[in-house]
């Protein structure tokens, strides 16, 4: 079995800024998992990036990383 790179070591953050750029690093990652040729990836891109629908799931899942990234950090309080 590979040995794989940890690269996520914990959920937690200094600030909500750093927090949002950690769910779009997830949300990433997320898709370089589900598709790891990135030919294919890159292929695939012109589709997603031009379909209001393809957008608009991407930031949904942007939006779900930052909520759990958010309760991990009990919202910066």
Do not use: C
Request: aromatic residues 8%.
């Amino acid at each position: 079995m590979e040995q794989k790179e940890i690269w996520l070591k914990n959920l937690i953050t200094e600030s909500p800024q750093e927090g949002y750029e950690l769910a779009i690093k997830l949300s990433r990652m997320g898709v370089k998992t589900t598709q790891p040729n990135m030919e294919v990836l890159k292929l695939l891109r012109k589709d997603y990036a031009n379909s209001a629908s393809g957008l608009t799931a991407a930031s949904h899942v942007i939006a779900l990383n930052f909520q759990t990234i958010s309760a991990a950090n009990n919202y910066w309080r």
